[in-house]
Protein backbone atom coordinates (compact mmCIF):
# COMPACT_ATOMS: atom_id res chain seq x y z
CA UNK A 1 0.00 0.00 0.00
CA UNK A 2 0.94 3.67 -0.36
CA UNK A 3 3.42 5.25 2.27
CA UNK A 4 4.80 8.17 3.08
CA UNK A 5 6.89 8.52 6.09
CA UNK A 6 8.24 12.33 6.84
CA UNK A 7 11.57 12.74 8.53
CA UNK A 8 13.68 16.35 9.80
CA UNK A 9 11.37 17.80 12.15
CA UNK A 10 12.41 18.63 15.12
CA UNK A 11 12.96 22.37 17.26
CA UNK A 12 14.88 24.51 15.29
CA UNK A 13 16.27 28.04 15.86
CA UNK A 14 14.84 31.50 13.52
CA UNK A 15 16.99 31.64 10.75
CA UNK A 16 18.25 28.09 10.49
CA UNK A 17 17.63 25.52 7.61
CA UNK A 18 16.50 22.00 8.15
CA UNK A 19 15.66 19.74 5.95
CA UNK A 20 12.49 17.49 5.68
CA UNK A 21 12.44 14.60 4.08
CA UNK A 22 9.55 12.22 2.78
CA UNK A 23 10.55 8.32 1.81
CA UNK A 24 7.76 6.84 -0.72
CA UNK A 25 7.05 3.45 -1.03
CA UNK A 26 3.94 1.01 -2.47
CA UNK A 27 3.80 3.21 -5.64
CA UNK A 28 5.65 4.41 -8.67
CA UNK A 29 6.95 7.46 -7.37
CA UNK A 30 8.41 9.27 -10.45
CA UNK A 31 5.32 9.14 -11.86
CA UNK A 32 2.99 11.42 -9.23
CA UNK A 33 3.47 14.89 -8.88
CA UNK A 34 3.36 15.93 -4.80
CA UNK A 35 3.29 18.64 -2.42
CA UNK A 36 4.03 19.52 0.47
CA UNK A 37 1.33 21.08 2.81
CA UNK A 38 1.64 22.25 6.44
CA UNK A 39 -0.64 23.00 9.74
CA UNK A 40 0.21 25.12 12.40
CA UNK A 41 -0.51 24.20 16.06
CA UNK A 42 -4.27 24.66 16.00
CA UNK A 43 -5.06 25.99 12.98
CA UNK A 44 -6.12 24.96 9.24
CA UNK A 45 -4.62 23.55 6.18
CA UNK A 46 -1.80 25.58 4.19
CA UNK A 47 -0.58 24.44 0.99
CA UNK A 48 3.44 24.60 1.15
CA UNK A 49 5.16 23.50 -2.41
CA UNK A 50 4.47 21.51 -5.64
CA UNK A 51 6.73 19.47 -7.44
CA UNK A 52 6.04 17.41 -10.84
CA UNK A 53 6.65 13.85 -11.09
CA UNK A 54 9.98 14.41 -12.92
CA UNK A 55 10.71 17.49 -10.72
CA UNK A 56 10.85 19.68 -13.87
CA UNK A 57 7.97 22.68 -12.38
CA UNK A 58 7.80 23.59 -8.83
CA UNK A 59 5.48 25.47 -7.30
CA UNK A 60 5.51 27.66 -3.69
CA UNK A 61 2.88 29.77 -1.77
CA UNK A 62 3.39 32.89 -1.24
CA UNK A 63 4.29 32.48 2.71
CA UNK A 64 7.36 30.33 1.65
CA UNK A 65 8.44 31.89 -2.00
CA UNK A 66 12.10 32.48 -1.98
CA UNK A 67 13.13 30.57 1.37
CA UNK A 68 11.72 27.00 1.24
CA UNK A 69 13.11 24.45 -1.99
CA UNK A 70 11.17 21.53 -2.86
CA UNK A 71 12.51 18.61 -4.68
CA UNK A 72 13.17 15.40 -5.15
CA UNK A 73 15.20 12.31 -6.04
CA UNK A 74 12.72 9.77 -8.07
CA UNK A 75 15.94 6.96 -7.70
CA UNK A 76 15.57 7.07 -4.27
CA UNK A 77 11.74 7.76 -4.04
CA UNK A 78 12.32 10.42 -1.74
CA UNK A 79 10.27 14.45 -1.59
CA UNK A 80 12.76 16.92 0.49
CA UNK A 81 11.76 20.21 1.70
CA UNK A 82 14.86 22.65 2.08
CA UNK A 83 13.13 25.51 4.61
CA UNK A 84 15.44 28.57 4.82
CA UNK A 85 15.29 31.37 6.75
CA UNK A 86 12.65 30.09 9.56
CA UNK A 87 10.77 31.88 11.20
CA UNK A 88 8.51 31.60 14.33
CA UNK A 89 5.53 31.26 11.99
CA UNK A 90 7.02 28.64 10.40
CA UNK A 91 6.60 26.78 12.99
CA UNK A 92 3.62 24.05 11.90
CA UNK A 93 3.23 19.81 11.27
CA UNK A 94 4.67 19.28 7.46
CA UNK A 95 2.93 16.84 5.84
CA UNK A 96 3.99 15.45 2.56
CA UNK A 97 1.19 14.22 0.10
CA UNK A 98 0.66 12.89 -3.43
CA UNK A 99 -1.43 14.39 -6.20
CA UNK A 100 -4.08 11.91 -6.42
CA UNK A 101 -5.28 14.00 -9.78
CA UNK A 102 -1.31 13.56 -11.59
CA UNK A 103 -1.94 13.44 -15.42
CA UNK A 104 -5.51 15.40 -15.53
CA UNK A 105 -6.89 18.99 -14.16
CA UNK A 106 -7.77 17.75 -10.79
CA UNK A 107 -4.99 18.70 -7.99
CA UNK A 108 -5.92 17.07 -4.69
CA UNK A 109 -4.14 15.26 -1.76
CA UNK A 110 -5.13 11.22 -2.10
CA UNK A 111 -2.61 10.15 0.13
CA UNK A 112 -0.78 11.85 2.73
CA UNK A 113 2.40 11.14 5.59
CA UNK A 114 1.88 11.49 9.27
CA UNK A 115 3.45 14.54 9.16
CA UNK A 116 6.64 15.58 10.79
CA UNK A 117 6.64 18.91 13.69
CA UNK A 118 8.73 21.70 12.95
CA UNK A 119 9.12 23.92 15.54
CA UNK A 120 10.62 27.27 15.11
CA UNK A 121 11.85 28.52 18.55
CA UNK A 122 15.07 30.34 19.90
CA UNK B 1 -5.71 33.96 -5.04
CA UNK B 2 -8.95 32.05 -5.08
CA UNK B 3 -10.41 32.61 -1.48
CA UNK B 4 -12.51 29.53 -0.08
CA UNK B 5 -15.22 30.21 3.10
CA UNK B 6 -16.96 27.41 4.97
CA UNK B 7 -20.08 27.46 6.69
CA UNK B 8 -21.16 26.37 9.38
CA UNK B 9 -17.08 26.71 10.82
CA UNK B 10 -18.46 24.27 13.19
CA UNK B 11 -21.78 22.27 14.02
CA UNK B 12 -23.37 19.55 16.96
CA UNK B 13 -24.82 16.50 15.69
CA UNK B 14 -25.91 13.67 16.95
CA UNK B 15 -25.23 10.16 15.36
CA UNK B 16 -27.66 8.91 12.59
CA UNK B 17 -28.20 12.53 11.60
CA UNK B 18 -28.01 13.92 8.22
CA UNK B 19 -25.25 16.89 8.24
CA UNK B 20 -24.72 19.13 5.45
CA UNK B 21 -21.38 21.65 5.24
CA UNK B 22 -21.04 23.93 2.45
CA UNK B 23 -18.13 25.26 0.84
CA UNK B 24 -17.59 28.82 -1.66
CA UNK B 25 -15.25 30.08 -3.39
CA UNK B 26 -14.32 33.76 -4.94
CA UNK B 27 -14.59 32.84 -8.25
CA UNK B 28 -15.71 30.19 -10.58
CA UNK B 29 -13.69 26.97 -10.23
CA UNK B 30 -16.16 24.83 -12.27
CA UNK B 31 -15.59 21.54 -9.99
CA UNK B 32 -12.01 21.70 -8.91
CA UNK B 33 -13.01 21.03 -5.36
CA UNK B 34 -11.87 18.47 -2.90
CA UNK B 35 -13.18 17.81 0.16
CA UNK B 36 -11.21 16.35 3.31
CA UNK B 37 -11.81 14.97 6.90
CA UNK B 38 -9.05 14.95 9.48
CA UNK B 39 -9.59 13.89 13.28
CA UNK B 40 -6.90 14.97 16.15
CA UNK B 41 -3.37 14.31 15.84
CA UNK B 42 -4.09 12.72 12.11
CA UNK B 43 -3.28 13.45 9.15
CA UNK B 44 -6.36 14.68 6.28
CA UNK B 45 -8.12 11.81 4.31
CA UNK B 46 -9.25 13.04 0.91
CA UNK B 47 -13.14 11.99 0.82
CA UNK B 48 -14.87 14.12 -2.34
CA UNK B 49 -12.48 14.89 -5.52
CA UNK B 50 -13.92 16.73 -8.71
CA UNK B 51 -16.97 17.71 -6.28
CA UNK B 52 -18.86 15.17 -6.27
CA UNK B 53 -16.66 11.79 -7.16
CA UNK B 54 -16.36 9.30 -4.08
CA UNK B 55 -12.45 8.33 -3.18
CA UNK B 56 -12.15 4.78 -3.16
CA UNK B 57 -12.89 3.24 -0.02
CA UNK B 58 -15.14 6.34 1.64
CA UNK B 59 -18.71 4.73 2.27
CA UNK B 60 -21.30 6.10 0.24
CA UNK B 61 -23.04 7.88 3.39
CA UNK B 62 -20.31 10.98 1.75
CA UNK B 63 -21.92 12.59 -1.22
CA UNK B 64 -20.57 15.55 -2.70
CA UNK B 65 -22.69 18.45 -5.50
CA UNK B 66 -21.75 21.51 -6.55
CA UNK B 67 -20.09 23.56 -9.30
CA UNK B 68 -18.90 26.98 -10.23
CA UNK B 69 -18.71 28.47 -6.73
CA UNK B 70 -21.54 26.82 -4.71
CA UNK B 71 -20.72 23.43 -3.03
CA UNK B 72 -21.86 20.92 -0.61
CA UNK B 73 -20.41 18.12 1.44
CA UNK B 74 -23.64 15.74 2.71
CA UNK B 75 -22.75 12.97 5.22
CA UNK B 76 -26.13 10.44 5.29
CA UNK B 77 -26.82 8.96 8.83
CA UNK B 78 -23.64 10.44 10.86
CA UNK B 79 -21.39 7.56 12.60
CA UNK B 80 -19.27 7.91 15.21
CA UNK B 81 -16.19 7.83 13.17
CA UNK B 82 -17.44 10.77 11.63
CA UNK B 83 -16.68 13.40 14.52
CA UNK B 84 -14.14 15.49 12.98
CA UNK B 85 -13.19 18.53 11.36
CA UNK B 86 -14.14 18.99 7.24
CA UNK B 87 -11.87 20.58 4.59
CA UNK B 88 -12.56 21.80 1.20
CA UNK B 89 -9.71 22.38 -1.12
CA UNK B 90 -9.84 24.29 -4.34
CA UNK B 91 -7.96 22.75 -6.99
CA UNK B 92 -8.41 24.96 -10.22
CA UNK B 93 -5.38 25.93 -11.65
CA UNK B 94 -4.75 29.13 -10.18
CA UNK B 95 -2.10 28.98 -7.96
CA UNK B 96 -1.63 28.39 -4.71
CA UNK B 97 -4.23 25.95 -3.60
CA UNK B 98 -6.02 27.30 -0.95
CA UNK B 99 -8.20 24.99 1.87
CA UNK B 100 -10.99 26.41 3.60
CA UNK B 101 -10.97 27.13 7.26
CA UNK B 102 -12.49 24.02 8.36
CA UNK B 103 -15.54 22.82 10.05
CA UNK B 104 -15.88 21.08 12.99
CA UNK B 105 -18.41 18.49 13.50
CA UNK B 106 -18.83 17.37 17.20
CA UNK B 107 -21.58 15.43 19.27
CA UNK B 108 -24.34 16.66 20.52
Known amino acids: QVQLVESGGGVVQPGQSPRLSCAAS????????MHWVRQAPGKGLEWVAA????????YYGDSVKGRFTISRDNSQNTLYLQMDSLRDDDTAVYYC???????????????WGQGTLVTVSS | DVQMTQSPSSLSASVGDRVTITCRAS??????LTWYSQKPGRAPKVLIY???SLQSGVPSRFSGSGSGTDFTLTINSLQPEDFATYYC??????????FGPGTTVDLK
Open chain 2, 89 to 98: QHSYSTLPLT
Open chain 2, 50 to 52: AAS
Open chain 1, 51 to 58: IWYDGSKK
Open chain 1, 97 to 111: ARDGGSGTKQTYFDN
Open chain 2, 27 to 32: QNINNY
Open chain 1, 26 to 33: GFRFREYG
